[in-house]
């Protein structure tokens, strides 16, 4: 096998999705940030089907370290909404993938307030008792920092608070290891990067376009966005194809 294969071979989608729900009618913009849970059934119907296995960060850790080789997706999903519990965690069981949701450790059990006005939409964050639902549901928690800020934009003080405390927060009330995070809109830089990889994180996940590769900085990975118009054909193109690196 030349290196060009082997290096193919590796590559796998981690998957960004938001809510799991029908995008409200009255919502003019950003309704790409929903994926319906039918279209959602479908996509992950289509990765089994594929024989892909869907799975959390930390599961597909030794995939991104490259310790193993094989078809998998990674499943992302940000913010925490409530949306995730309900229709994205019986259909995740259903297939046997595990997922990791990043959480806003200072918004739990109340709304998107980084945001809601931009949307003009209040989106409920799972709560404690949901949050660990989602834990024991089998699928992880992700730290997603405490307020969601722009991180390049914090003092060295606030990097911590946030990256630090957001780790602190979920250990403490929930009662789990917290060791993926995500960087709020994407926005980081090598000081974020540093910051996040002394804290003890594994990896960190961007809004980056691409597929990940075994043997990428585990703090700078891309992501593949799906998206509320993305038909099962462009998920397929997303899921199983080099679609995204060429847009990146
Ligand atoms: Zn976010």
Same mark, same amino acid.
């Given at each position: 096998?030349?290196?060009?294969?082997?290096?193919?071979?590796?590559?796998?989608?981690?998957?960004?999705?938001?809510?799991?729900?029908?995008?409200?009618?009255?919502?003019?913009?950003?309704?790409?940030?929903?994926?319906?849970?039918?279209?959602?059934?479908?996509?992950?119907?289509?990765?089994?089907?594929?024989?892909?296995?869907?799975?959390?960060?930390?599961?597909?850790?030794?995939?991104?370290?490259?310790?193993?080789?094989?078809?998998? +997706?990674?499943?992302?999903?940000?913010?925490?909404?409530?949306?995730?519990?309900?229709?994205?965690?019986?259909?995740?069981?259903?297939?046997?993938?595990?997922?990791?949701?990043?959480?806003?450790?200072?918004?739990?059990?109340?709304?998107?307030?980084?945001?809601?006005?931009?949307?003009?939409? &209040?989106?409920?964050?799972?709560?404690?008792?949901?949050?660990?639902?989602? $834990?024991?549901?089998?699928?992880?928690?992700?730290?997603?920092?405490?307020? $969601?800020?722009?991180?390049?934009?914090?003092?060295?003080?606030?990097?911590?608070?946030?990256?630090?405390?957001?780790?602190?927060?979920?250990?403490?009330?929930?009662?789990?290891?917290?060791?993926?995070?995500?960087?709020?809109?994407?926005?980081?830089?090598? &000081?974020?990067?540093?910051?996040?990889?002394?804290?003890?994180?594994?990896?960190?996940?961007?809004?980056?376009?691409?597929?990940?590769?075994?043997?990428?900085?585990?703090?700078?990975?891309?992501?593949?966005?799906?998206?509320?118009?993305?038909?099962?054909?462009?998920? +397929?193109?997303?899921?199983?194809?080099?679609?995204?690196?060429?847009? +990146?």
């Amino acid at each position: 096998m030349s290196a060009t294969e082997g290096s193919k071979a590796q590559t796998c989608p981690i998957f960004m999705y938001h809510n799991i729900a029908q995008a409200p009618n009255d919502l003019r913009r950003w309704r790409s940030l929903y994926v319906s849970p039918g279209a959602f059934t479908r996509q992950m119907w289509l990765l089994k089907r594929m024989g892909y296995m869907g799975l959390s960060m930390t599961n597909a850790m030794p995939y991104l370290r490259g310790e193993k080789l094989g078809r998998i +997706a990674v499943i992302t999903l940000d913010d925490g909404y409530a949306d995730n519990l309900e229709s994205a965690l019986p259909v995740l069981q259903r297939y046997g993938f595990t997922a990791t949701c990043y959480v806003v450790s200072g918004s739990i059990g109340r709304y998107n307030n980084w945001d809601a006005d931009k949307l003009g939409i &209040r989106k409920p964050l799972m709560t404690p008792e949901q949050l660990r639902a989602w $834990h024991d549901g089998g699928m992880e928690i992700g730290a997603h920092t405490r307020s $969601h800020p722009h991180l390049t934009q914090c003092s060295d003080a606030q990097l911590r608070d946030e990256i630090a405390g957001s780790k602190a927060d979920l250990e403490d009330h929930l009662g789990v290891l917290v060791t993926q995070f995500c960087y709020p809109y994407g926005d980081m830089d090598d &000081r974020v990067a540093d910051v996040t990889r002394s804290t003890g994180y594994d990896a960190a996940t961007t809004t980056q376009r691409g597929r990940a590769a075994a043997g990428m900085d585990l703090w700078r990975l891309p992501r593949v966005q799906i998206a509320r118009h993305h038909m099962l054909p462009q998920f +397929a193109m997303r899921a199983f194809t080099h679609y995204e690196n060429r847009r +990146a």
